[in-house]
C-alpha cells in the first residue's frame, strides 16, 4: 500500500507546457463504505486520488484533481495510464476548449483523468483573465446562499448515530442505504437527529422497482426525507425507472444513470432530479453542460462528489449557481487535505476564505505534506 501524502511523481515536460501529475492517499476520518462496497468486501479507510499541475512557459500555473471510482471502473492506475499518454504541447491556458477537443483524441472515456486536466486548464485560464472561476464562467456565487449536505457512510447502526452527533453543525444529512440493515441503521440515525432533513442515497443498491417502491414509501412515512437518490442500478430497463417515478411519494434523483449532458433527456423522463459529479462527468465544462441540459428539461439539480480534496470540492463550487443542491462535502470525511479552498461553516460554502481571488482560489495547506 502506498504511504499517505506525495508518491508517484511524474514530471512530463514538453514543449510550451509541463504537466506533473502525482498520486495522494486521502485519509478518511472514519472507515467508508457504500452499498457497492457491501459485495467487495467491505469499505476503506485510504482513497487515492491523483492530482495534476499544468505550468507554460510564461510561468502559469493551474491545478487538477482526479478522484477515480471503482463504481465507474476507474483507479489511480488509470488515471496516470491516460495522464502519459497525453502531449502537455497540445494543452493550452488560452485555449481550453481546443484542448479538451485534443484529450478526447487521446482515449475514450477516462473522465477524471479529463476531470484534473479540465479543472487545471480553467484554473490557469481563468488566473490568466483575472478573474475568479465562476466569473470566468459567467456565473456568480451568491454567499450564506449555499448549503452542502453531510454524508453518514453505511456502518454499524452505533456508528451510524455517532457520526450524525459528530455532523450536529450540519443543517442536512445524506445518508447511504441499501444494506440489509437499512431499517436499523436510519433508525438509529434518525434517533440521533430526530427532525433533521435527510437526502437518501441507496446508490444502485435496491433489486427491482417493487423494492424500490416499497422502501421509498417507507422513508416518506419519516416526513423529513427530501429526496431519494439512486434507488436501482443505471441498467435498469426506462420502463422500470418510469414506472416509479409515477408512484414514488419522494421525488427519486439519477446518479449513475447522469453521465452527461447527453442524458438529459433519457433522465428527464425517469427522474425528477440529476446528480452531477466533475469526476464522472470529465470536469468544470462537462459539467456546466450536464447542469445545463437538465435544467433545460425541468430536471432539478444537485452537484455532488466522490471522496475528495479542496481542489475538487473547490471546483465543483463555482458551478453552485447552477443548482438546487450541493453534496460537496468530500474534503469533510478526510483529515490530511494537502490544499485550502472554499471554506465550510455550519454547512454554508463561502469563497470568502479562499487564498487566492482568482481562477479556482485554492493554495496548499500549510502543515499537511503534499
Known amino acids: ?99 479538451m477537443a485534443y484529450l478526447e483524441t487521446v482515449a475514450p472515456g477516462s473522465y477524471p483523468a479529463k476531470c484534473a486536466l479540465n479543472l487545471a486548464l480553467l484554473d490557469g485560464a481563468s488566473q490568466a483573465a483575472g478573474q475568479p472561476l465562476h466569473s470566468f464562467l459567467g456565473l456568480g456565487f451568491r454567499e450564506a446562499h449555499h448549503a452542502t449536505s453531510f454524508t453518514i457512510g453505511i456502518d454499524s447502526p452505533e456508528m451510524m448515530a455517532s457520526k450524525t452527533r459528530e455532523a450536529a453543525s450540519m443543517p442536512v444529512l445524506k445518508m447511504k442505504l441499501g444494506s440489509p440493515a437499512d431499517r436499523e441503521n436510519f433508525a438509529a440515525v434518525r434517533s440521533a437527529a430526530p427532525r433533521k432533513p435527510i437526502r437518501v442515497d441507496a446508490n444502485a443498491g435496491w433489486k427491482t422497482k417493487e423494492e424500490a417502491l416499497e422502501n421509498i414509501e417507507w422513508l416518506a412515512r419519516d416526513g423529513f426525507i427530501q429526496f431519494v437518490e439512486q434507488p436501482m442500478t443505471a441498467e435498469t430497463p426506462e420502463a422500470d425507472w418510469t414506472w416509479l417515478k409515477a408512484r414514488s411519494p419522494l421525488p427519486i434523483f439519477g446518479d449513475e444513470s447522469y453521465q452527461s449532458a447527453a442524458d438529459a433527456e433519457r433522465c428527464a423522463q425517469c427522474f425528477h432530479g440529476v446528480n452531477v459529479k466533475l469526476v464522472k462527468t470529465g470536469g468544470v465544462s462537462a459539467g456546466k453542460a450536464a447542469l445545463e441540459a437538465a435544467r433545460a428539461r425541468g430536471l432539478k439539480t444537485m452537484l455532488g462528489c466522490m471522496i475528495e480534496s479542496s481542489i475538487l470540492i473547490t471546483a465543483a463550487a463555482h458551478l453552485a449557481e447552477l443548482t438546487d443542491y450541493l453534496d460537496l462535502d468530500g474534503n469533510l470525511l478526510i483529515t490530511n487535505d494537502p490544499y485550502q479552498g472554499v471554506g465550510c461553516t455550519a454547512g454554508l460554502l463561502s469563497f470568502h476564505s479562499l487564498p487566492h481571488p482568482t481562477g479556482l482560489g485554492v493554495a496548499t495547506r500549510p502543515g499537511v505534506a503534499s
Open 1 to 99: 500500500m502506498a504511504n499517505i501524502g506525495q508518491v508517484e511523481r511524474t514530471t512530463v515536460p514538453l514543449g510550451r507546457m509541463k504537466l506533473t501529475h502525482r498520486r495522494y492517499d486521502l485519509a478518511l476520518r472514519h472507515r467508508w463504505a457504500i452499498a457497492t462496497d457491501l459485495n467487495q468486501g467491505g469499505g476503506k479507510s485510504l482513497y487515492p486520488v491523483v492530482f495534476v499541475e499544468l505550468t507554460d512557459a510564461q510561468g502559469r500555473t493551474g491545478l487538477g484533481e482526479a478522484s477515480p471510482s471503482s463504481q465507474y471502473h476507474e483507479t489511480h492506475a488509470t488515471v496516470t495510464a491516460f495522464l502519459q499518454r497525453v502531449d502537455a504541447a497540445r494543452l493550452s491556458f488560452d485555449d481550453v476548449a481546443g484542448s
